[in-house]
């Protein structure tokens, strides 16, 4: 009897231990910093590891050239500031956006990670002086997509696909797959003494968004800020339990939508200054991946056409708003440099 009960708790541990997966990078803006030049100038623009090629939704009348140019990334300072419509006057937009920024060498909190201090976001918010609610949010220049392979820049400017697993290329920049109930979410911030609030708006792949509140800025330098789920369900035993069929279901993922600066009408307005290094998530696995016999992919090819059909459709989305940006971008005017 007493080696049954032992067995029985070594079984709901190791059930536990299957439940309470992982802890993911979800995105990580030290990774994020300007890392090469498109239009061949001395300064760094975009971020390589996160290029994207909109040129094949642009149609016919650009030369070469202007095609090769037209490419973005998640690079750090490419990032927009969106203020609520009850906010957005030009000047309060003007005076809102993001910067790389650098830590000290000497940096407590990430001695050891590098020698040379580490790349963060920085953000500024203007909101307006009078006294009324309102927010901004920080979001990528594109929304992320879910299933865009992993490309190289080459020599000549273009980017080539890297053989591998299809929707691969922004896991950790942004997405993560495999995602089941999230159990908590952290984001590490500096403040200021601001007493503003900070939450984040994630996705997952039935486009349904979920707005998390973190906590307040009101404090001085680098802090975790954490969010714990309060519906989940730590107790296997209380959980419901459901089978699904195994295959074809498509991977199930999460991704970042934005981050959110709140400002209470009771707080004062002008500008707000933040620094964010990462978001992390904590997450049960939608699905373990045991051995199988037969490889039903190999066979059927259901997920491979799903997924295609979806990176497509993030493409197109993705290209027909930066076509209309890079057409604006070549409008404006230039100051003359001596």
Known sequence: MKRLCILIGVVFIFISALAFADTSTLIDFTQLAADVSLSGEATPTENEATLVDFSGVAGSSFDEQLRKQMKTSLAIENWEVHLASSSRTVANQSKSFTREA??????????????????????????????????????????????????????????????????????????????GVIKSVEVTAYGSNFPNGIGLVLKDQDEVEQNIFLDYLE?????????????????????????????PKSEPFTKLVGLILYRDSMQEGGDIIT??????????????????DIDDEAIWGILSERQEARKAAELRRLGNLQVLRFLEQQKMHEEETE
């Not at 940096?107 to 920085?122: C, H, K, L, P, R």
């Open 275 to 292: 620094y964010i290094k990462d978001v992390k998530v904590t997450y049960d696995k939608a699905v373990l991946r045991p051995e199988r």
């Open 102 to 179: 650098m830590t000290r060498t000497d940096a407590a909190d990430f001695q050891g990670e590098t020698m040379s201090g580490i790349t963060v976001m920085g953000v500024r918010v203007h909101f307006p002086l009078p006294s009324f609610n309102s927010y901004a949010i920080i979001k990528p220049p594109f929304e992320i997509p879910a299933y865009a392979m992993k490309t190289e820049l080459q020599a000549d400017g273009e980017l080539e696909e890297v053989e591998g697993d299809l929707g691969t290329k922004f896991e950790g920049y942004g997405v993560i797959k495999n995602v």
């Open 219 to 247: 404090f001085d330098g680098w802090k975790t800020l954490v969010w714990n789920n309060p519906n989940y369900i730590a107790e296997v035993r209380n959980r419901e339990i459901r089978k699904y069929p195994l295959y």
